[in-house]
Nanobody
């Protein structure tokens, strides 16, 4: 059974950094795409970033230049390094796995497995 577990969230001041981790169990990372999404209170879930098995990376416009996604296959973990955090980054962050590495990493419907999320709160 595939499980994804996020960690690393917390409460920080604007301008600070956080590194989120997505640890995968029940399956060894090989051909899958792993993505990060977020959902702020009262808003729809939105794409943040994704990385595929070739280590191609994808970012939403708000994440470009501030966030970095990378995978450590030895640890079966995907990380999201978030720098220069802003209050508008406050949300629950979810990691997800697309078993077929589709061509639409920004589309949440392509993902087969989801974690439960980790809260990120950025205060001004």
């Amino acid at each position: 059974q595939v499980e994804l577990k996020e960690s690393g969230g917390g409460l920080v001041l604007a301008g600070a950094s956080l590194r989120l981790s997505c640890t995968i169990s029940g399956r060894t990372l090989n051909w899958e795409t792993v993505g990060w999404f977020r959902q702020a209170s009262g808003k729809k879930r939105e794409f943040v970033s994704a990385v595929n098995f070739r280590e191609d990376t994808y970012y939403s416009d708000f994440a470009k230049g501030r966030f970095t996604i990378f995978r450590d296959s030895a640890k079966n973990t995907v990380y999201l390094q978030m720098n220069s955090l802003r209050p508008e980054d406050t949300a629950v962050y979810y990691c997800s796995m697309d078993l077929e590495a589709s061509n639409w990493p920004e589309n949440e419907r392509t993902y087969d497995h989801w974690g439960r999320g980790t809260q990120v709160t950025v205060s001004s």
